[in-house]
Nanobody, 122 residues
């Protein structure tokens, strides 16, 4: 079956760094756009960053530009999110996701991971 398994979340201090990993299986990884979404308690889920080898682009929401970097290793079916200069407002559950659009919105996501919690202390 399709699986997206996130890892790398945890508790860090303001200004610290984390690297999230997502291991994918059960679908044609190279065809899909891979994204990271996040959701804080009581807030809507928002797209953070996507990477697409088929469309040849990456993108980020404005609030993380210059701090986060998305990358992938297609040979290993993995996608990563390097997060630097973390802020308390980055605190959320981060989800790995796969869709067929260049920059899928929520309803355009076909597969979701279960999420990994990132907590940034003040």
């Amino acid at each position: 079956e399709v699986q997206l398994v996130e890892s790398g979340g945890g508790l860090v201090q303001t200004g610290g760094s984390l690297r999230l990993s997502c291991a994918a299986s059960g679908f044609t990884f190279d065809v899909y756009t891979m994204c990271w979404f996040r959701q804080a308690p009581g807030k809507e889920r928002e797209g953070v960053s996507c990477i697409s080898s088929s469309f040849g682009n990456t993108n980020y929401i404005e609030s993380v530009k210059g701090r986060f970097t998305i990358s992938s290793d297609n040979a290993k079916n993995m996608v990563f999110l390097q997060m630097n200069s973390l802020k308390p407002e980055d605190t959320a559950v981060y989800y790995c996701a796969a869709g067929l659009q260049p920059t899928p919105y929520y309803d355009g996501i076909d597969y979701w991971g279960k999420g990994t919690l990132v907590t940034v202390s003040s």
